[in-house]
């Protein structure tokens, strides 16, 4: 796995600060004190029982929270079984300090007997024993959902560079038969073509998924220049960018294979060649990426299988590397045939 899919960390404490994962936190919280309160008591006490453990759990919950939310990054890095029993007692010390601190509470507002220390040691005993369960079985249930998300991003990974693997640029040999009849004619302009050429064929072997904005377009202007070598003036190319960040990471071969295609499909099969657009922007927050090409007269129309394997190939790669979150277009009008892959710009590593 490259360095562009690796986790942020390898722990497997989730991040408890978010607004949603909160929310889900104070939930569940309060579904198991209304299960305890519904466990342990009759219904003439059962609102203040359910208060009272609604008021204890929700600030154990949080507290807890709050100090694994601080402390996560350091006990990330912690091997497994060291991240597991800090967390463990630091949970316990909390649930420790909240339960004396609410007994002692009761006590100062006389609601129990300061007495009756019997009572208060099996309420604090009971507390903690809920705790450690609790504890356990949520420690448990982080770490089991931490390798499910390992095992299901290995196995995109996995499809991605299966799906990447699959792009063999169709040019291979007219670009080596250009090449070598550029030997004799013109040295330095055979040695940039297998250069480019090599840069390509080195993109697509490799194992990044993910590379910048600025290397995707690099790889284009390479594969353009072969191309050109055998077009000459039939093949030009507009390039439009709208102050694009070009650290900005996507797919590896995302927008080549298209210009590609665009080439074959829409300048190769006209006499008179024609111009391939490719242009980049934001848009509602969404990086932008299109390929236009002049489509082919009727009587000119190739095999679009091979087309089509192209875009469905970094369909898929965009649906495993982002979700629904990406999306692929194809707009054809008049004489003029348009692919557009889009991404989020907060999605986009």
């Known amino acids: ?9 390898q722990g497997f404490l989730p991040q408890l600060c978010s607004a949603a994962n909160l929310f889900m936190l104070v939930l569940l919280v309060e579904l198991l004190a209304l299960v ?41 890095r912690q091997p497994v079984v060291v991240n597991t029993a800090i967390s463990f007692s630091i949970m316990m010390s909390v649930s420790l300090l909240v339960s004396l601190a609410i007994s002692y509470l009761q006590t100062d507002l006389g609601l129990t007997d300061p007495q009756q220390t019997g009572w208060f040691n099996y309420g604090l005993l009971r507390n903690l024993a809920i705790s450690a369960l609790v504890y356990g079985v949520v420690l448990r249930y982080f770490y089991i959902h931490h390798q499910w998300l390992i095992n299901l991003q290995a196995q995109g990974h996995a499809q991605v560079q299966a ?19 550029l030997i004799h004619i013109d040295a330095d302009k055979a040695e940039k073509a297998v250069e480019d050429l090599s840069d390509l064929f080195r993109a697509s072997l490799r194992g990044e998924t993910r590379h910048t904005l600025a ?30 960040p070009m650290e900005l990471e996507v797919p590896t071969l995302c ?31 969404r990086l932008c990426l299109s390929v236009s090409n002049p489509i082919s007269p009727p009587n000119h129309v190739r095999n679009h299988k091979s087309n089509h394997m192209a875009q469905d190939n970094i369909r898929k790669r965009l649906t495993l ?11 054809e009008q008049g004489d003029n045939y348009t692919v557009a892959l889009r991404i989020p710009i907060n999605a986009i590593p």
């Open 1 to 9: 796995m490259d360095n562009n899919d690796k986790p942020q960390d």
């Open 36 to 76: 305890l309160s519904l466990a342990g008591s009759s219904h003439q006490d059962f609102w203040d029982r359910l208060a009272m453990i609604s008021m204890l759990a929700q600030w154990v919950a949080l507290i807890n929270a709050a100090v694994l939310c601080q402390l996560r990054d350091w006990l990330n």
């Open 163 to 181: 799906l990447k693997a699959r792009i063999h640029p169709h040019f291979l040999f007219n670009s080596m038969n250009t090449i070598a009849s």
């Open 215 to 244: 290397e995707e377009f690099a790889l284009v202007h390479s594969y353009v220049d072969i191309e050109t070598l055998r077009f000459g003036d039939r093949l030009q190319t507009e390039w439009s960018f709208e102050d694009l």
């Open 255 to 285: 927008l080549q294979p298209l210009v590609e295609n665009a080439i074959y499909y829409g300048i190769e099969p006209r006499p008179e060649g024609g111009i391939i657009k490719i242009k980049g922007q934001i848009e509602n927050n």
């Open 321 to 331: 590397m982002y979700g629904d979150e990406a999306s692929f277009d194809i707009d």
